[in-house]
């Protein structure tokens, strides 16, 4: 099992959302998380004033596949998500050992 975490803008949440659940995705955890990257924040006005938001407002989705589902949902994401802009996020595969469901006790596949 692998662990896909995508970090996208937050407009593109619902195309990401229905890309994912057209792929057989039946679940995901969506997180607000801040940072920065090569866009290094931006510099917006108020009131006149200028100032710099050092870290951007962005979603983190996490998903948990099987290894042979990891390039499809990979995929996926990637034309959901892309606006062809510096700032359009970043994805990450990690392996997972284990799984388990709390309520069952169903372990790995099962749990998923």
């Known amino acids: 099992m ?10 593109k949440l619902d195309q990401v959302k229905i890309a994912l659940v057209e792929a057989g995705i039946v679940g995901m955890t969506v997180s607000e998380v801040r940072g920065f990257g090569r866009q290094k924040g931006q510099t917006e006005r108020y009131r006149g ?19 042979k589902q990891v390039d499809k949902v990979v995929e996926e994401i990637i034309a959901a ?7 359009d996020g970043k994805i990450f595969v990690t392996p997972v050992e ?4 709390i309520r069952t006790g169903e372990k790995n596949l ?3």
Do not use: H, M, N
Request: charge should be negative.
């Open 98 to 101: 284990q799984t388990i469901r």
């Open 2 to 11: 692998k662990k896909v975490e995508a970090i996208i803008r937050p407009f």
């Open 49 to 67: 004033s200028e100032y710099t938001v050092e870290f951007l407002q962005k979603l983190k989705v996490e998903v948990v596949v099987e290894d």
């Open 110 to 112: 099962e749990a998923v």
């Open 81 to 87: 998500a892309k606006t062809g802009e510096i700032g």
